[in-house]
């Protein structure tokens, strides 16, 4: 994910902003991946990116 200014990146679980709490976002050149480390059920469902 690139721009300048750099854009904004924020991540959605269900509809909730900023769900990434316990996790990381990892950024590679105009991709952008959600690391959750020891991830439970309680962490699956769909998420998604907006800038």
């Known amino acids: ?3 300048r200014p750099a854009p904004k990146v924020t991540w959605r679980r269900m509809g909730v902003d900023n769900v990434i709490r316990k ?3 990892d950024l ?3 991709m ?3 690391v ?7 962490d699956s469902g769909k998420y ?3 800038l």
Do not use: K
């Open 32 to 34: 952008a991946f959600c």
């Open 23 to 25: 996790g990381q976002v």
């Open 36 to 42: 959750i480390p020891d991830s439970t059920r309680d």
């Open 48 to 50: 998604s990116l907006t």
């Open 28 to 30: 590679v050149d105009t």
């Open 1 to 3: 994910v690139r721009g």
